[in-house]
């Protein structure tokens, strides 16, 4: 699809005027160049006219910008005055209670009369007290309803808001690409170049495109929690986890393309909220970085000892939060287990202060004392002192005998996602990643004898850097963390997240492994298996999952009931947020839809146009028949943003109404008023039945033409580590074979020695037997030795092609002896035959 035709469909109809006017620069374009020739004037007026459609696009994404956070804040105002009010606004039942136990405190005779006067009163009195308390708790029921439609339109609100966000991202997308294809366009067809000059002069002083969005999604995600909870948000230790010196995790890595960057951050906001430290202090672009100064020596021994997942493999850095002017350091290792063994992988770590760091990597300074000083304040237990005390001392004896050095600096802005102190679900998201040398070892000296190089902080992309010397990595980073018990399904949401088209899943990748590969290419002979697909496109056609939507107000509950009319839930259709259509696209269906009193309007008699109804009616089915019955569902069934329904627990009372509910449950849950969407299942029940009975498209009918090739070869010199898990059982397997085949052999051997013990020395024909199986039995005894030893060194090296599998050595070897049987078979008959 051309551009121009992109822009018109994916862009937001309410923002078109604002949107860079495409085709009208490239009219402009190419009227020039075919009326007269390119000359100086026409580049002043075309550059003029970019820079007006430049200056445009800029000032309306700075204003929409603040007025999303001014909305953000207004409505976040308004949750927590609600919550107030649920709290300090009594109803009238607990009102009148309270007055009643204020009187009585006062007067203590006055209660005495009254409780008399309640006992001789008789049945009537109860009556109408039972009628008084009915009314009360209608009035609070409905007080509870009334809050509950409040935080309802809060919700759509929100939703909007998550709509704006994401229509924004996307509009910043295409216009950034709009100017970059214009600009393309231009530098071909005329011969002044221009691309370079707008982009330093223009572009970069209006970076509308370098919008960082992470403050406001942090913003939007601490909202919406708060709408989702009704006002309860869980509360807890933000930093569990982070303060154990070894946890463990089950971590999934996953590759995110630029272009679904923010609709991810925004399909995880609406089930995990943004992970802050520090809920009171507003968001700064450096609480996201995250920097590791990774270290190892000359030979890369830990590098390919992480590759290779070997027993014990290890690895050692320094990592940091924030910019570098952060003086609290930890110092982390990292250790890979075989499953075999039993235990789990396992990251350990120490906190050191930065100016102690140089003297700790020399080994002219322990950490005993500076432990010592925890245990006496009562931070740390002392088993816990002893265990990090152990880790130091290993660490700092790994990097004196197996001389480690800095390699590798890995930099990346890090967005986490978890409920605070509930660590069953942790996602984060790494963008902006960049790896950086620190060696010395090509002579050019980058850390010098510091432990870390101080030329670069967090001013990512790190122009000061040489080319050489960093990798932009183009993707973004998505690792998916579950702490689950023992069959322990994972929440479905993130089942279908992960199975979507925002994510392309990438096993085991590491980001140290990934720049030693990159930036050390006369270092690395081994090369990860993930490296070939960094050249792939990881884009997919839209699943429908995670679709961001744009909701419809509708009448409130109160107000459906007043009508008398029943409470239908709203379709998907008419929930679903879709892009717009180009103009004249999709009218063909409304033009033909019936008006409200037709006959009437077009001056017909009733029966006429009773008459005329009816055939276009029946045109319209002919025509829904003819689409098929895919159309017809795909029209009613569009996916949507809500949760999957779920069945309302019992009511409990208003105060306590969220502190019994999962946190990970969806704001469904915290809201019994909306019911189960009988629609949603019985559209999946159709398209299930339907995908039984019709056969899948092909891959081109769908538009995904990805193709898995097996054609790509390493560089010359270098090869492909691919993830090979050896265990213990198949070195035993290994030699079990082994000796299979020698049992076989010493079965031959047997028989050419019996042969060679009993027949006659004169007897040709016995001792040409005895010989073939002799050389049977030498044969099997060789090979097999050959093979054993070929598989053992493979499987100390961790090689698993042509280890698994024999292709012709059993055939050979039941040739051979068959051979040897039919020979001896054969002379024995025409020996018979001459006797």
Known sequence: ????????????????????????????????????????????????????????????????????????????????????????????????????????????????????????????DDDTDDEGDIATDDESAQSVDALEEQFHFLEEEVATLVADVHDLALYTKLNITGFMKILKKHDKQTPTPLMQTFIQNYLEKRPFYKYNWDAIIVKLSRLYDLVRTRGHPVQGDSSAGGSQSAFVRQTTKYWVHPDNLVPLKLAIMRHLPVLVFNPDKEFEPKDAAITSIYYDNEDLELYLGRLEKTEGAQAIRLRWYGDINNTQIFVERKTHREDWTGEKSVKARFPIK??????????????????????????????????????????????????????????????????????????????????????????????????????????????????????????????????????????????????????EAVPKFSKFIHGCATLLPHRVHLVPFWLPQVDVDITKPNTGFMTVERPHHTRTPSERRSSGAPTPDVTDAERTYAEPLSEGEGDEEMDL????????????ANAQAADAIAYREKQLKERAQKAGPSRARSSECLPVLHAPPTTPAPRPPPRLRTLSIDPLAPSLTFDERFKARLRAVKCADEEAEADETQVSPRSDETGDDRVLTREWRAPPGKRIAIPVRIEPKVYFATERTFLKWLHFAIYVASIATTLLNFIPPDDERGLLCASLFTFTALFAIVYSAGIFVYRAIHLRRRRAEGIYYDKYGPTILCAVLLAALGTNLVLRLSEMVEG
Not at 73 to 92: C, D, G, M, N
Not at 593 to 604: S, V
Request: glycine residues 4%; aromatic residues 10%.
């Open 593 to 604: 839809a019936p008006a409200r009193d037709e006959g009437a309007r077009i001056g017909l």
């Open 1 to 124: 699809m051309k551009f121009g035709r992109k822009i018109s469909n994916d862009l937001y109809s309410e923002w078109r005027p604002f949107y860079i006017d495409y085709n009208l620069l490239k009219r402009e374009l190419k009227a020039r160049i075919t009326s007269h020739g390119w000359n100086a004037a026409d580049e002043f007026e075309f550059t003029n006219l970019l820079e007006g459609e430049l200056d445009k696009i800029h000032d309306f994404q700075k204003t929409k910008t603040t007025e999303l956070s001014n909305r953000i804040k207004i409505a976040e105002r308004q949750v927590r005055k609600l919550v107030s009010e649920e709290f300090t606004t009594p109803s009238p039942t607990r009102r009148r209670a309270t007055e009643a136990s204020a009187a009585d405190a006062e007067d203590p005779e006055a209660r005495r009369k009254r409780d008399t006067v309640q006992q001789d009163a008789g049945s009537d």
């Open 354 to 503: 930065e100016e102690k760091v140089n003297a700790f990597l020399r080994g002219e300074y322990t950490m005993d004392e500076e432990f010592a000083v925890l245990v006496e304040k009562g931070k740390k237990s002392q088993a816990e002192v002893d265990s990090m005390l152990q880790l130091a001392n290993e660490v700092q004896y790994a990097v004196l005998t197996r001389r480690l050095q800095p390699v590798m600096r890995t930099f990346y802005n890090r967005t986490a996602f978890q409920l605070p102190g509930d660590a069953r679900v942790r996602i984060s998201l790494d963008t902006e990643l960049t790896m950086v040398r620190e060696d010395n070892w090509d002579g050019q000296v980058r850390a010098d004898e510091n432990w870390r190089r101080t030329d670069i902080g967090i001013d990512w992309p790190f122009d000061q850097v040489q080319t050489d010397d960093k990798e932009l990595f183009k993707y973004g980073v998505l690792e998916v963390k579950l702490q689950t018990q023992y069959g322990q399904e994972p929440p479905q949401w993130v089942t279908e997240l992960v199975n979507s088209h925002l994510v």
